[in-house]
């Protein structure tokens, strides 16, 4: 399983969700304390950028959660709908209902475990529900949200234009996708090329393989500690490739330019 892991990147598109799947179902599985609420690879600020304050409760993850602040921190969310696609544990969805008050926040996963697991943990979080679908139908009506958060998810599908052009359907006119993601660099013109087919208006493209780097870096020793005292020893090796912990194959994609991270605002247009 760690040399899958290894050749993520190199996966077709059909094999990348079902092994998506299969990690947050054994995430679920070893989790019994309710500890790992994200599964991203985080976002540390560079040169000298002011950090965000969190409460006592969230510095634990505070890297995980400065990327979900970086995808959505220049927007005033409050009286606004979002939905977020590919929700995972659902620390994100948490996070940001909790900080930026919109009116609603729907965190949706195709996983049915990872939902069970969010409709319990986060049940005391006002304005916040979870969802099962699939995110290239996604089951709400045309119109309805001014926001669409997706966090290390979308290319993991098998039909990123129908996840687009789904997410476009769903957005209010001049509503935004609001998206982050690690990608091959050989892949960035195609994905470049279906935004285009979406018809979505790219605001903004910012490339954070450094500032995901940083992250990992000042976060792999709190990931090992979770992997080691949460799962069973024949998994630990490929959960810390997985979690791009230091030394990994995953890491050092990263750090080296093989893998790159990047986020993007995109808007509907209005006609």
Known sequence: MSRIV????????PLRKPL????HKKLNKYDSGNIANFMNYGFE???????????NQDEADRYCIQLYDHVVNKFDLKTKNVLEVGAGRGGGASY???YYEPKTYIGMDITKSSIDFCNNHY?????????????EKLPFDDNSFDYVVNVESARCYNNQIAFFNEVFRVLKPAGKLLL????YPAEMDNLRSIIEQSRFNVLQETNI?????????????????LIDTKTPKFLRKSFKTFAGTLGTSRFNNFATGVFQYWSFVLEKQKN
Not at 6 to 13: C, G, T
Not at 45 to 55: A, P, S
Not at 180 to 183: P, S, Y
């Open 6 to 13: 290894e050749k993520y990147a190199e996966l077709p598109k």
């Open 20 to 23: 998506w799947q299969w990690w």
């Open 45 to 55: 600020y560079l040169n000298g950028d002011v950090r965000i304050q969190l409460k």
């Open 96 to 98: 940001i209902t909790r």
């Open 123 to 135: 049940k005391d979080v006002e304005g916040l529900t979870f969802k099962c679908g699939n995110a």
């Open 180 to 183: 982050a993601d690690m990608i």
């Open 209 to 225: 393989s450094r500032n995901v780097v940083s992250s990992l870096e000042k976060d792999s020793e709190r990931r090992e500690h």
